[in-house]
């Protein structure tokens, strides 16, 4: 079993910066993909970056590319998600999960686990 648990959330303003965190525990999940995810009031969950479990590879959704940096921790099983020039279009509930797809698994229907969220409140 695997259980992750985010952290790091909390209100800025526009322009700010952000780090979260996923811990991750469980014998499988350094061998794991871990992607972050986030979801609006009344919206869906979206995708925002995945890493495979070396770090060696990465993928990000065209909203955040060049802002957010996804980073991971083999040490510590750790993954963190560095987040630059925030807009309030950012504000949203940010979610962990682990999958065996890939770094490309965009789908939520893809994840195996998921931690339990942290709140990103972006203000202008």
């Known amino acids: 079993q695997v259980q992750l648990v985010e952290s790091g959330g909390g209100l800025v303003q526009a322009g700010d910066s952000l780090r979260l965190s996923c811990a991750g525990s469980g014998h499988t999940f350094s061998s794991l993909f871990i992607a972050w995810f986030r979801q609006a009031p009344g919206k869906g969950r979206d995708f925002v970056a995945a890493?495979?479990?070396?770090?060696?590879?990465?993928h990000y959704a065209d909203s955040v590319q060049d802002r957010f940096t996804i980073s991971r921790d083999t040490t510590k099983n750790i993954v963190y998600l560095q987040m630059d020039s925030l807009k309030p279009e950012d504000t949203a509930v940010y979610y962990c999960?682990?999958?065996?797809?890939?770094?490309?698994?965009?789908?939520?229907?893809?994840?195996?686990?998921w931690g339990r969220g942290t709140q990103v409140t972006v203000s202008s």
């Open positions: 890493i495979n479990w070396n770090g060696g590879s990465t």
């Open positions: 999960g682990a999958n065996w797809a890939g770094v490309r698994a965009v789908d939520v229907h893809l994840y195996d686990y």
